[in-house]
């Protein structure tokens, strides 16, 4: 291949310039090859994911009661607030990625690390759910030993054939996979913020940033999900 | 060289505050007993939110044939696995009712013929 | 076309091979032909661990009474067995390997989208494998390659370990289907259309689309497997509510069409082969191509007659049983085009095209046995006896293993710039088809009376029939190790390969043995079908003008 290959994209003055790949001959061909690869990376989240949801209807299925009056002991309120934060951070990140779209530094940089403040209150509900479950036993089947407040109503559901802790399985498996993507997301936004301080995304290449946009609104996308499943439990 | 679109932060402002009504949806309708039609009504506002995080937050709008493409098909086999677990589970014992019996089943604990350390 | 020059080696030239040398020039490379070397020799390496652990089998299996083993060591080494051929040999084999060496030049591309990728993809294979290989400190595994609940949570070998392994080999399969259906889409050379791609090309597209959408589930299965143990979360277990029957669901989700992630770039190593070596285009191009991509999607549909024992509803077993059948079409369509390549073709009995006649028979059994299998009455009597371990042989090793060989004799001239010896490829190939049969003919028999598969001991009458399989077995193994001493012989002192040694008109061959680094001299633009054999003849006479 020859030389006249490697050429950088258009770069705005005080950013840092993007040279194309060697094996590209455009930059459209290496934008769109980088693309098309991270859907289908997309896709094979939506597969993992989906073997969960699987699970989920599997078990809905075979213990609807107990679905139901498990359901009700989460608190739907901090479900519906942390659906709000991660959609309030879908929305920040979708304008950081129109920031750096248009060569915009610090609305970028501003963007994206409200995103992660957003994602880290997510993780902070989260964590006073969890706590707040750990509190009072209702934990996957090993762990199983409800004695709050909800025992009670736990054991006259066992008694009628219910399964409460395959709930909590589910639901500490689900949110739990949910939440590893959300740290991750996290820290890879980050990591490109301070890519964005220093100028190395600006028109002429932000396709990290729309990347890892893409990721984070499909994190979101799972938890959409996710709370009506769990948190009102149709 | 290198058409690219961006959106409009007025559009982008407008499918914020419609995700946001349709949680509020969400939780409304959760309150409503439609039957056995309540994993529909759910699952149907779910995949309204869906749509639009992929067509507007997601771009797909303007993106190739080919990725939407391949993100449609991942749902489209993953409603496979749905599809025919649903059909076995839903239809066992059909005609042989002993097929349903359930081993005896034990709560929380997990006795130790089954934990192992590897 | 660049017209390269057919007959003119310039043995000064740099190739990829000696454009620069060292640790990191192989294992930090980017370029997708020393990465796909890389795979051929580790594939193989695994190739031959898991054939040692198939020799041990047979061994013990000599006498009814079992030779070597305890009952509970011969569960750990036909699990070892299987998890080192299906997961660290085959489904990386094909597509991993040759698909890496052969696919980007193939589309007259310098390289695949995504390098980096492979090299990670590369990477992700060696630390699964490590993963496998280290277990064995705790001792092997004995959960059988499918892992069923309950037992493999309470088993208590490291199934882990093994299983971790597994997860990260799983996200190598995926990250090399995703390079090839990106490379696939975006970087074929100018004139290179969908309909002018090799049919290797598409039938490891179409692996690559099984790679992407079936291996996550198998992910999400393993995970679930791994927490079950390290937290006990009892989905898979009927003692806690749970359903086993779930965890076959989504085993075999995957599992099934990782079947085909095995046989599909096989039966896109045999296209190529046959064609080039019987000098004719393929017969009913685009409908080979095409139930590639039948054969894809119809692999999601069937997974259940992997369960037709295992307490499915008589609904999903008559649903599976019968969706079943429809695999036979595109399979047939392929088998039949490729007789149709044959017929009246210019047939030079070259070494890769001797392999290829042995997976064209070896084929036609394993796939008509798999009809036998779907039937859904039969199957009862047949679930689990040694009939469905010859039919899966018959398919993943007598099929993919030999397409596998048939394809490295195709493009070893090319990648390694060596030829091998002709005479010893063809004994030992003859070798392979001779002892495959010999090992698996006799396992149908054995297998259509009921000796049920995984036993350590087995009734005295079948003890002839176990003896064949096991003379077999070495026949096989002696035709394997004669293939590998040629092909490092080819390596120290071979002969100087041709920059086109077959003849053929697909794009790979179109530069210098080896190839170099971008693969081409000069960028490529293709102006004609593919499969045009009419090139050749008016190269060779414009070169005697």
């Keep these: 291949m020859s030389d006249a290959h490697s050429h950088a994209t258009p770069t705005p003055t005080g950013f840092v310039p993007h040279n194309v790949a060697h094996h590209f001959k455009t930059w459209e061909q290496e934008f769109q090859a980088a693309k098309l690869g991270f859907w289908l990376f997309l896709a094979t989240e939506v597969l993992l994911f989906g073997g969960l949801f699987a699970a989920y209807i599997y078990y809905h299925g075979a213990y609807p009661e107990t679905f139901k009056v498990c359901g009700e002991m989460l608190s739907w309120k901090l479900g519906a607030l942390n659906t709000s934060v991660l959609l309030l951070s879908s929305w920040t990140m979708a304008m950081g990625v129109r920031a750096a779209q248009l060569s915009k530094k610090t609305a970028c940089f501003n963007w994206l690390i409200i995103t992660v403040l957003c994602g880290g209150a997510f993780m902070v509900v989260k964590y006073f759910e969890y706590s707040a479950k750990i509190e009072h036993g209702t934990l996957p089947t090993a762990w199983f030993h409800p004695h709050g407040p909800e025992a009670e109503v736990l054991n006259a559901l066992i008694a009628n054939g219910g399964q409460p802790s395959m709930f909590f399985s589910i639901y500490f498996t689900m949110t739990g996979l949910h939440g590893v993507h959300v740290l991750g997301g996290m820290v890879v936004i980050t990591w490109y913020a301070i890519g964005v301080a220093r100028g190395r995304y600006h028109s002429g290449h932000y396709l990290p940033i729309d990347l890892v946009g893409l990721y984070w609104h499909i994190v979101d996308i799972i938890w959409i999900f996710l709370f009506p499943l769990l948190y009102l439990v149709p | ?118 | 076309m660049t017209a390269t020059a057919v007959n003119v080696p310039t043995p000064t030239a740099k190739h990829y091979l000696n454009i620069s040398s060292g640790f990191w020039s192989w294992f930090g490379t980017l370029d997708h032909k020393r990465i796909g070397l890389m795979y051929l020799i580790g594939t193989t390496l695994a190739f031959l661990v898991g054939g040692l652990f198939a020799l041990l089998i047979r061994t013990h299996l000599w006498e009814h009474t079992g030779m070597l083993f305890e009952p509970g060591t011969y569960n750990q080494v036909f699990t070892l067995h299987g998890v080192f051929m299906v997961f660290v040999f085959i489904i990386p084999a094909i597509p991993a390997a040759l698909g890496n060496l052969a696919l980007p030049g193939m589309l007259g591309a310098p390289d695949v989208a995504l390098p980096r990728l492979n090299l990670v993809s590369f990477y992700l294979w060696m630390i699964g494998t490590v993963f496998i290989v280290v277990s064995l400190v705790w001792g092997a595994v004995d959960t059988g390659w499918t892992f069923y609940t309950p037992y493999s949570a309470q088993s208590a070998t490291p199934v882990i370990a093994v299983g971790t392994g597994i997860f990260i080999l799983g996200f190598s399969s995926i990250f090399t289907g995703l390079n090839f259906i990106v490379t696939t889409h975006k970087m074929r050379a100018p004139g290179m259309t969908w309909f002018r791609m090799p049919l290797f090309v598409w039938a490891i597209y179409a692996t690559a689309l099984l790679q992407v959408l079936a291996t996550p589930v198998l992910g999400i299965t393993l995970l679930l497997l791994v927490f079950e143990r390290l937290y006990h979360i009892g989905i898979f277990l009927p003692e806690f509510g749970g359903d086993a029957v779930l965890f076959q669901h989504f085993f075999w989700f995957y599992s099934h069409p990782a079947v085909y992630i095995m046989i599909l770039p096989a039966m896109g190593v045999i296209s190529d082969v046959i064609s080039v070596h019987a000098r004719k285009p393929v017969f009913g191009y685009r409908m080979v191509a095409y139930s590639s991509l039948a054969i894809a999607i119809i692999s999601f549909l069937v997974w259940g007659h992997h369960m037709f024992t295992s307490g499915q509803s008589e609904f999903a077993l008559m649903a599976f049983s019968f969706l079943t059948f429809f695999v036979g079409i595109p399979s047939a369509i392929k088998v039949f085009n490729w007789v149709g390549t044959i017929w009246k073709g210019s047939i030079a009995m070259n070494a890769p095209m001797l392999y290829a006649m042995s997976f064209l028979i070896i084929f036609v059994i394993g796939g008509l046995t798999g009809i036998f299998l779907g039937a859904l009455s039969l199957d009862i009597h047949l679930h689990d006896t040694y009939y469905v371990v010859a039919h899966f042989h018959y398919v993943m090793m007598g099929s993919t293993a030999v397409a596998f060989f048939a394809g490295v004799h195709h493009w070893w001239p090319k990648f390694t710039g060596k030829m091998y010896s002709e005479f010893w490829a063809k004994v030992a190939g003859t070798l392979i088809f001779i002892g495959f049969n010999a090992t698996f003919l006799p396992q149908f028999v054995m297998g259509s009376q009921g000796m049920p598969r995984r036993y350590a001991t087995y009734l005295e009458k079948w003890e002839g029939y176990h003896q064949a399989s096991t003379i077999g077995a070495f026949v096989l193994a002696i035709g394997v190790g004669m293939m590998i001493v040629y092909f490092v012989h080819s390596l120290i002192a071979g002969e100087k390969a041709k920059a086109n040694q077959w003849g053929a008109v697909t794009l790979e061959w179109d530069s210098p043995s080896p190839p170099p680094l971008y693969n081409f001299e000069k960028d490529p633009v293709v102006t004609r079908e593919v499969y045009d054999y009419s090139v050749l003849t008016h190269k060779a006479e414009s070169h005697r003008a």
């Excluded at chain 2, 044939?65 to 991942?74: D, G, M, P, V």
């Excluded at chain 2, 409603?79 to 097929?99: E, M």
């Design chain 2, 1 to 118: 060289m290198h058409v690219s679109h961006v959106s409009s932060a007025g559009t982008l402002l407008k499918v914020l505050v419609a995700l946001l009504i349709l949680t509020i949806i969400t939780v409304a309708v959760s309150r409503v007993d439609f039957g056995g039609a309540n994993l529909f009504v759910a699952m149907f506002i779910a995949v309204i939110k869906l749509s639009l995080v992929m067509i507007w937050f997601m771009h797909l709008k303007h993106d190739t044939a080919t990725n939407i493409l391949f993100i449609l098909s991942s749902f489209v086999f993953l409603s496979l696995l749905f599809l025919f677990t649903i059909a076995d589970w839903s239809t066992r014992g059909d005609t042989d009712p002993t097929l349903t019996q359930r081993a005896p089943v034990t709560q929380g604990v997990y006795p130790s013929s089954l934990r192992s350390d590897h």
